[in-house]
Structures are given as structure tokens and as C-alpha cells.
């Protein structure tokens, strides 16, 4: 039985990891082993997740919590290492471009163990960007690239990684999507707006049709007012 060590640690990881867990399922050769980091760990942020997407609950959880990067990449690394050493897996398979992937690469790299990056070769080109850093890392020592989009080959290319070790595959977040769509469809439709001193109930003015949905992320985008 082939033993691959499947990595989540945020949640963008979660929406990519459970299309691959689902496939498998109950597989006559691979043995799946997910390993939860604790990168995201609230229940909003994580355990939401797991139930909505139907993912299994993790096999290994490091529990590592928020942290600078640099004290929660090193906790990663000291809690994965372990993990390889008691479940000596043939391959670790990360995806995306979170701490959690660069740091469980490295373990893996450092222990001659092979690793499979999913979403490989995805460049911004902007340093000031944690995942860019992740990414380049984690391509910088993968073994094998699975990619999503032609632009991501090119870029692996260019870098210099071999063509025969790249391969295009779909983007799994695509394939999260569409096995929620009935879920999402058939959703009550409820709206909160939330501030530092209470919840706010918005009620008629948001028709079904009719309105839009933000989300804003990266520090950049809301340190600054």
C-alpha cells in the first residue's frame, strides 16, 4: 500500500484538499493520511469547513496555532518532522501556497521523502507577499508539479524544472465548487454586518439578485482605511 501524507493548514487548503480526499476514498493501492497543521484552527476559519465540504477529519492535527510566520513555519516543521518519522510515508502532498506548504515541503525534502506540489508554478511576481515566498520555496524543492493553468507551466519552465515532472491537472477549487452548488443554491439567504460592538441585521434591502458580496484579505487591501 502506497502511504501519502496529504498537508491542509489554512483554509484556502481545505477547498483544494477535499476533492482529493473524496477521490481516495476506499483506494485499492493509496492510503491517504491527512494532516490538519492548525495553521487556521476556529471553527470558522476551519472546522466549518471540514463539515461543509465533507471532509474527513484529519488523521494528524499539530495544533499549531497563530504565530509570526517565522515562529509558525518553525513550529510546523518541528511538528511534521515527527509525523514522517512515525508514519514513514512514500510521498507528502501539499497544496497552495501557505506557510503550511512551504514548511511541510521542506521537512519532506530535508528527510528524502518525495513531494508533490498541487497549484505549482502560480507566480504574482510581488516579494512583499507571503505565499510568493511560499511558492518559490515550495517549487524551488518539489518533486513533482501539478498545475492548473498554462501560464503556471511556463513559469515552472522557465525556472528551470523539467517538463516531464510537470503536470496539468484542473484546478480543484473548481471541482469544490460545482459539488457545492446544490448546497449553495438551495441556501436560506441570511446577512449580518459585523462591527468591534455589535451584530447589525440587514433585513429587505438585500433582494435575491440584487446585491453584491466582498471579502477582503490581504493586509494591504484593509490595514489602510
Do not use: W
Not at 32 to 50: A, C, E, N, R, W
Amino acid at each position: 500500500m502506497y502511504k501519502l501524507i496529504l498537508v491542509a493548514g489554512a483554509r484556502p487548503n481545505f477547498m483544494k484538499i477535499a476533492p482529493l480526499m473524496h477521490a481516495l476514498k476506499n483506494h485499492p493501492s493509496i492510503q491517504p493520511i491527512l494532516v490538519h497543521t492548525g495553521q487556521h484552527y476556529d471553527v470558522k476559519m476551519s472546522g466549518q469547513f471540514f463539515e461543509e465540504l465533507n471532509i474527513p477529519a484529519p488523521d494528524i492535527n499539530l495544533e499549531v496555532g497563530s504565530a509570526s510566520h517565522a515562529v509558525q513555519t518553525a513550529r510546523i516543521m518541528e511538528g511534521f518532522e515527527q509525523v514522517c518519522i512515525n508514519e514513514k510515508p512514500d510521498c507528502v502532498l501539499v497544496v497552495g501556497d501557505v506557510n503550511s506548504t512551504a514548511a511541510c515541503t521542506l521537512v519532506a525534502a530535508k528527510m528524502e521523502i518525495k513531494t508533490i506540489h498541487y497549484e505549482a508554478g502560480l507566480r504574482s511576481n510581488d516579494r512583499t507577499m507571503p505565499e510568493e515566498i511560499n511558492r518559490l520555496v515550495t517549487d524551488a524543492i518539489s518533486d513533482i508539479f501539478i498545475t492548473t493553468s498554462v501560464d503556471a507551466d511556463e513559469n515552472l519552465i522557465k525556472e528551470g524544472i523539467p517538463s516531464e515532472k510537470i503536470f496539468m491537472m484542473g484546478n480543484l477549487m473548481i471541482d469544490s465548487l460545482v459539488a457545492n452548488l446544490p448546497k449553495a443554491q438551495n441556501t436560506e439567504l441570511k446577512f449580518s454586518l459585523m462591527n468591534s460592538d455589535k451584530t447589525i441585521q440587514l433585513g429587505d434591502d438585500f433582494e435575491v439578485g440584487k446585491y453584491g458580496v466582498l471579502t477582503f484579505h490581504r493586509p494591504g487591501n484593509v490595514d489602510d482605511k
